[in-house]
């Protein structure tokens, strides 16, 4: 498998792990578990491309290669793991507010409490 391809993977499907995960701790809490789904990921995917679009690096790996393909996958593996861990950090709390809002159960008109 390429590199470049191993990376994408990677950046596509974090979201899904991420989402899943918090979808486990709260399954049976969770009531509108596909919305949750659906909009999890998106939740996900938007906070990755505002880290993208920051351009925020950390170097993981310190690899100077011989030749400059070397160095170009070194910047592209550097790039993937510094958006990747700062996108789930960013989008653990967004997750776990969606998953309280849809733990929450619609009350019909009928049933409401009505105030004093």
Known sequence: MHLATITEAVLYLWPALLVGIV?????????QRLPFFILGYLTCA?????ARRV?????????????????IVVALVDTSLSVMAFSVVLSVAPVLWLAQVCSQTRQSPNNRSRGP
């Open 23 to 31: 979808a486990l701790l709260r399954w049976r809490s969770l009531e």
């Open 46 to 50: 938007g906070v990755e491309i505002i």
């Open 55 to 71: 351009g925020w690096t950390f170097s993981w790996s310190h690899y100077i290669g011989a030749v400059p393909q070397d160095q």
